[in-house]
């Protein structure tokens, strides 16, 4: 069965501070992973979108890994912002399939 | 101009009613899909249409039916509204890896 894990589940840091996210997944045949970011109230918006043959890629402070052999992929903030505040979804689709499988989520919350 | 647009934003119904919520998209996209977001956050595929036919249909309950006019629209009709329905529905345009959300609509179901 096709699963995607985060963690953690919920993490509160001070503005300016560095922290990193987690996604553990079983999908496979493994096609593509992609982070979200969703406001509150909002639809996610896409960060980042990684392939099996990309390692790490970057969007502005935002830096994603991917780990192919062991599964799994890192989304690392960098000098974080108060609008860093949101949920960020870890998103993997199998090869072939039309259904992507969610992640529950990790509920960032940056205070001043 | 919003990509992916959803009405209403908002919501709220008695249990037993019928309502419909509308989607648009102005990208072009030959895909769309309807989500449901729990309380928990949870994102859950609902379906998928491209080119106006249903791909995908998650085990859904048939009080819910979507439809599809034209490429542009995906629209979302549930029947018999019951509690449990209560969440927020987003739509997605998708173009290959990349998908596009609307704002969501928030349902209360009373």
């Known amino acids: 069965k096709n699963q995607v894990e985060q963690s953690p589940q919920s993490l509160i840091i001070l503005e300016g501070k560095n922290c990193t996210l987690q996604c553990n997944y079983t999908v496979s045949p493994f096609s593509n992973l992609r982070w979200y970011k969703q406001d509150t109230g909002r639809g996610p918006v896409s960060l980042t979108i990684?392939?099996?043959?990309?390692n790490t890629k970057s969007n502005g402070r935002y830096t994603a890994t991917l780990d192919a052999d062991t599964k799994q992929s890192s989304l690392h903030i960098t000098a974080s912002q108060l609008s860093d505040s949101a949920s960020y979804i870890c998103?993997?689709?199998?090869?072939?399939?039309?259904?992507?499988?969610f992640g529950r989520g990790t509920s960032l919350i940056v205070h001043p | 101009d919003t990509a992916v647009s959803q009405t209403p934003k908002y919501l709220v119904t008695q249990m037993g009613n019928d309502k419909s919520i509308k989607c648009e998209q102005n990208?072009?996209?030959?895909?769309m899909y309807w989500y449901k977001q729990d309380s928990k956050k949870f994102l859950k595929i609902m379906f998928s249409?491209?080119?106006?036919?249903?791909?995908i249909n998650e085990t859904v309950p048939n009080r819910f039916s979507p439809k599809s006019p034209d490429k542009a629209h995906l629209n979302l009709h549930i029947n018999s509204l019951e509690l449990g329905d209560s969440a927020v529905y987003f739509c997605a345009s998708v173009r290959g890896r990349e998908q596009f959300f609307g704002p969501g609509t928030r349902l209360t179901v009373l």
């Open positions: 249409y491209n080119n106006k036919e249903l791909i």
């Open positions: 998103v993997v689709s199998a090869g072939g399939s039309y259904i992507p499988t």
């Open positions: 990684m392939t099996f043959s990309e």
């Open positions: 990208l072009g996209h030959d895909t």
